[in-house]
């Protein structure tokens, strides 16, 4: 049910906070259809406070990989990579921009603005992307 959503013609739902991770997670690796803003920011959120979670595991354990990379923290990273790419693409393509747009990351200054500028960009109607 919940990748039929994902793929619908038109504007991605607003989704919660659970129904956003929920649709995240059940689209793991699906690069196409739409993701609305809530939900790529709701799982931004969620991967963050991941991350923070894992950060203290990893002091209060003392369990490293390397010097300063914990293993909680880099399992937790690998764990939530494909999704995030995934619901990035489908950010993007509710912006009607293409994923391919995404290196411009690796540019220092202005492709992080025009990064940020896609993702909280929307485009109301249908597009080629659904």
Request: net charge neutral.
């Amino acid at each position: 049910m919940v990748d039929q959503e994902v793929t619908s013609a038109g504007p991605a739902p607003w989704r919660g906070f659970n129904a956003a991770i929920e649709a995240c997670f059940a689209g793991y690796a699906t690069f196409r259809g739409r993701a609305s803003r809530s939900e790529y920011w709701f799982f931004a959120l969620f991967g963050a406070l991941a991350n923070v979670a894992a950060a203290i595991a990893d002091n209060l354990s003392g369990l490293h990989v390397a010097s300063d990379v914990g293993l909680f923290g880099t399992l937790v990273s690998l764990a939530l990579l494909i999704p995030s790419l995934a619901v990035t693409s489908r950010r993007f393509h509710d912006a009607d921009w293409s994923f391919w747009w995404y290196l411009m990351i690796f540019l220092p200054v202005i492709g992080w603005i025009f990064v940020i500028y896609v993702l909280v960009s929307r485009d109301p109607v249908p597009n080629r992307f659904g």
